[in-house]
């Protein structure tokens, strides 16, 4: 049976019905609890949009220094590949200047003559292939001589090259190698007659430690396929740079503060998230890409945001509970201090670091310019000090004369003889006149040279040089044999550094016929077209490693010798390079070495004339 019990006059309030005082009261708490819970819920929005706030802006800063990163190291990268592929570009280059594939161009029957000197290069350069092929496109020789008889007379890097222009071209074989050629044409009579064929196996070429860089870089070839990658998976993809069809491209892209930002899903050797930069390649023909990872940016944001939010939470806690969390909040304070210190002081030290890494840079630098100059310098000095005591000795008979001369001359004014005092005084001032150019020519010789390259009289560059040699070519007896146009013959160049080239040459070919029977020197001037060649010849027993000769510190004499440590020709090589020229080195037919010296012929040449 159930029992119900009266109902005693009980409310909402409970037992608080008797007592309205106890249920004002407790109302008031109900409703300073409502306020409370209000309050707070408020101030966590307020901070949730807040740090909301502060990591949307945060991470919109951040992408710049990341954007900034991987534009550096993608044109690291790019700079890598395209430093790599040059080395075979010239040797491309240098292959078709070779006199031996000159020869195979004039007598294509004779190609199979060829193959021990392409696979010396193959070897020593690394390439995969080296082969010459003829006018016509049709291989006659290679380093891989199963490939003789291919076709390339429809490729575009072979019509490039036959234009008279360096082609070149890339793709992926049968078995998945990649591979980047170069044809360099083989010039016969000034016209086109064959290419000089380079391949090179990517993989020889890529850097094996940049595999493992968060950085994901790519290159793209004009059919937008992945032809390089640190990321071997992606490789042979086709690319597309928006949401679409292709094997690679990104499930979607957005603008972020000016940042083209990438989502990417199912890979799982790539960033999820990503900023998409990329760099053209004209010099190979391809683009480079790069997807660098948001996460360090939303990691700076994210602590930026939390850091601002705890900042609102103490803030607002200061205000909420300034009595009990006066102590608290204190402590607190001081913690985010000593925080915003440490890291204000990491700051500090890093960007002081940087500035004394950025001054010790400059300084090498500088050092390494100095040093270059000094290196010239001291070449100059140093053929100063090998003509001296003849110099000394051509300089010693004008004064020893000239003193004879004055003393017969007052004899001759004592003995009232002027007409043979006048003569001797002639005499005299003809003497005066040969030393004054020879102090002139050592002191034009020995100053150091800082103009830019202008226009130079290379006919009277030989004439001061030689008036500089001759006491040391007439006492070593060396018979000077010199072939040169009449007329001024004007050049690009500094009148005192190619001086040194000249002298450094001249001093060396005199050094190589020091034990010959016959020591004749050979000094040619020839225009060719746009250049002019200086040709020094001697009879002397010729170079023992013609491929060595431009090398630092690279010479033939015994050690401890004052000659020299070998950098005479590594500096001339370098000062001709500087003037835009080249110079060679061979073996003569019969006997004796050869150097051949090209310049620029000046474009004012005939004004001048």
Not at 150 to 166: V, Y
Not at 425 to 451: C, P, T, V, W, Y
Request: with cysteine; glycine share 8%; net charge negative.
């Amino acid at each position: 049976m159930l029992v119900v019990a009266p109902y005693r006059g009980k409310n909402f309030l409970g037992n608080f019905s008797g007592n309205p005082a106890a249920g004002f009261l407790f109302c008031k708490k109900r409703e300073q609890s409502l306020r409370r819970f209000l309050a707070i819920l408020g101030l966590i929005s307020v901070v949730a949009a807040f740090a909301a706030g502060i990591f949307s802006v945060g991470y919109r800063a951040a992408l710049g220094p990341v954007s900034e990163q991987g534009q550096v190291y993608l044109r690291s990268a790019a700079d890598r590949l395209v430093g790599q592929l040059a080395r075979f570009r010239q040797l491309a280059v240098l292959t078709a200047d070779h006199p031996d594939v000159g020869s195979i161009a004039r007598q294509p029957e004779t190609a199979d003559s060829l193959l021990p000197l392409l696979l010396k290069m193959s070897d020593t350069s690394g390439a995969l292939e080296i082969a010459y092929v003829d006018h016509a496109g049709n291989m006659l020789a290679s380093s891989q001589p199963s490939h003789v008889g291919q076709s390339f007379a429809q490729t575009l890097h072979f019509q490039r090259a036959q234009s008279g222009a360096l082609g070149f071209d890339h793709s992926v074989l049968n078995d998945g190698t990649r591979i980047f050629a170069f044809m360099a044409p083989v010039y016969i009579g000034g016209q086109a007659a064959g290419a000089v064929l380079v391949r090179v196996d990517m993989e020889t070429v890529e850097e094996s430690d940049w595999r493992s860089a968060p950085q994901v870089v790519f290159f793209t070839d004009t059919e937008k396929q992945i032809f390089v990658s640190n990321r071997s998976e992606i490789l042979h993809q086709t690319f597309a740079d928006t949401t679409g069809a292709a094997e690679f491209a990104p499930n979607n892209v957005t603008q972020t503060a000016g940042h083209t930002e990438w989502q990417i899903t199912g890979q799982r050797f790539l960033p999820s998230n990503a900023l998409y930069l990329e760099l053209p390649q004209p010099i190979i023909g391809m683009i480079g890409h790069s997807l660098i990872s948001t996460a360090p940016a939303q990691r700076l944001a994210g602590l930026q945001a939390l850091v601002g939010a705890a900042l609102s939470l103490v803030f607002g806690g200061f205000l909420f509970f300034m009595a009990e969390r006066r102590r608290a909040l204190s402590a607190v304070n001081v913690q985010l201090e000593a925080r915003v210190a440490a890291r204000t002081v990491q700051l500090t030290n890093a960007n002081v670091n940087l500035r004394h890494e950025i001054a010790e840079r400059r300084e090498a630098e500088e050092a390494l310019r100095k040093a270059q100059s000094d290196l010239v310098q001291a070449g100059k000095l140093s053929a100063l000090g090998q003509m001296s005591a003849g110099i000394s000795h051509e300089l010693n008979q004008p004064l020893m004369a000239i003193r004879s001369f004055a003393e017969n001359a007052v004899q001759f004014l004592d003995r009232d003889r002027p007409a043979e005092a006048a003569n001797n005084l002639d005499r005299i001032s003809e003497l005066s006149r040969r030393m004054g150019r020879i102090i002139k020519n050592l002191r034009a010789f020995a100053r150091q040279e800082h103009e830019p390259v202008t226009d130079v009289d290379i006919t009277s560059v030989i004439d001061a040089v030689f008036e500089l040699l001759q006491p040391r070519l007439h006492a070593e007896q060396v018979i000077v044999n010199r072939t040169q146009p009449d007329t001024p013959i004007w050049v690009r160049g500094g009148d005192v550094r190619l001086q040194q080239v000249v002298m450094n040459l001249v001093s060396n070919a005199a050094d190589a016929m020091a034990e010959s029977d016959e020591k004749q020197l050979d000094i040619i001037v020839q225009p060719a077209g746009s250049q002019v060649q200086v040709i020094v010849a001697d009879s002397g027993p010729g170079l023992h490693d013609a491929d060595k000769i431009f090398d630092p510190f690279y010479t033939t004499k015994e050690v401890g010798q004052s000659e020299g440590m070998g950098l005479g020709l590594s500096i001339s090589y370098g000062l001709v390079q500087s003037f835009g020229g080249n110079i060679t080195g061979r073996n003569r037919d019969h006997a004796g070495a050869e150097f051949t010296v090209s310049l620029t012929r000046s474009e004012h040449t005939d004004e001048m004339e």
